[in-house]
């Protein structure tokens, strides 16, 4: 079976960093397209990263701060976070579209990781 699996969340101090990976598994041929999107208590679910056809994208709130990127051997992508603060607090979410074999048919299909809690203190 084909499905993401998200790793890295938890609990920092406000300037501390966090690495979230999402990993791939099952016969996959490459991921098109990802992207890290969050969401907070009282707040609608926002992107926060993602690489389209190899480019980098960021939200306003978090350039500088956070870097999106792969590694293709793996069929993995992370986001690292940096100098974290208070208001990035959300449970993050790994979205990607893969290209997969279904009965020997090439075909991209969209996923959803579980997400992962970021919770940082002041």
């Known amino acids: 079976q084909v499905q993401l699996v998200e790793s890295g969340g938890g609990l920092v101090q406000a300037g501390g960093s966090l690495r979230l990976s999402c990993a791939a598994s099952?016969?996959?041929?490459?991921?098109?397209?990802v992207g890290w999107y969050r969401q907070a208590p009282g707040k609608s679910r926002e992107l926060v990263a993602a690489?389209?056809?190899?480019?980098?994208n960021y939200a306003d709130s978090v350039k500088g701060r956070f870097e999106i990127s792969s590694d293709n051997a793996k069929n993995t992508v992370y986001l690292q976070m940096n100098n974290l603060k208070p208001e990035d607090t959300a449970v993050y979410s790994c979205?990607?579209?893969?290209?997969?074999?279904?009965?020997?048919?090439?075909?991209?299909?969209?996923?959803w990781g579980q997400g992962t809690q970021v919770t940082v203190s002041s």
């Open positions: 979205n990607a579209d893969l290209q997969m074999t279904d009965r020997g048919i090439q075909i991209v299909r969209n996923f």
């Open positions: 690489i389209t056809r190899g480019r980098r």
């Open positions: 099952g016969s996959i041929f490459s991921i098109n397209a």
